[in-house]
């Protein structure tokens, strides 16, 4: 007989995990960073017609030290990086970063030496949303799928071994010379 068959009805059992990914996926709070026309998109993702408030996501921040999710909406220029960057590491932990637009994924249509060629050269990026620009509902998707990373994050010694294991699995779909491949085994 299990622990839950003892217990009254209406007690529901979880763990430690499943609650803090709960906590935290619904408490996600965005820094403002709309930087070019994705941004457009952006706020009307906020407003009452796509209405970002029933992800519990309406309270867009303007310290990134009450930000925990950076939407980097538009092509990021050469100047504004370090800038995009410096923002980053003022975001609390843990933080996550979407991609939003073919500009901040990978440059886009600009490829040309003002435009860094996809801002994960500046960040690490968790969602990279494709379309110039994307429209409100491929955002929230995006959302509702970044909600899922967080929901299933590992904490603490599960997460060093996550984090393990996909680099290990990494590694091995790298096309690797046989000597380097036993190293990145061992
Ligand atoms: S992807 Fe399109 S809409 Fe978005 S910033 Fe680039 S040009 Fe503008």
Not at 5 to 21: N, Q
Not at 68 to 82: E, F, H, T
Not at 114 to 119: D, S
Request: net charge positive; hydrophobic share 40%; with cysteine.
């Amino acid at each position: 007989m299990g622990l839950e068959e003892k217990l009254p009805s209406g007690i529901l059992l979880t763990s430690v995990e499943k609650l803090a990914g709960y906590a935290r996926k619904s408490s996600v709070w965005p820094a403002t960073f709309g930087l070019a026309c994705c941004a457009i998109e952006l706020m009307a993702t906020g407003g009452p017609r796509h209405d970002l408030a029933r992800f519990g996501m309406e309270r867009a921040s303007n310290t990134p030290r009450q930000a925990d999710l950076m939407i980097v909406a538009g092509r990021v220029s050469q100047k504004m990086a370090p800038v995009l960057r410096q923002i980053y590491d003022q975001m609390s932990e843990p933080k996550w970063v979407i991609s939003m637009g073919v500009c901040a994924s990978s440059g886009g249509m600009f490829n040309n030496y003002a435009i860094v060629q996809g801002v994960d050269h500046i960040v690490p990026v968790d969602i990279y949303l494709p379309g110039c620009p994307p429209r409100p509902e491929m955002l929230l998707d995006a959302i509702v799928k970044l909600h899922d990373k967080i929901q299933n994050m590992k904490l603490g010694a599960n997460r060093e071994r996550q984090i393990t294991e996909l680099e290990q699995a990494r590694l091995r779909r790298l096309p690797l010379l046989p000597h380097l491949r036993a190293e990145a085994e061992q």
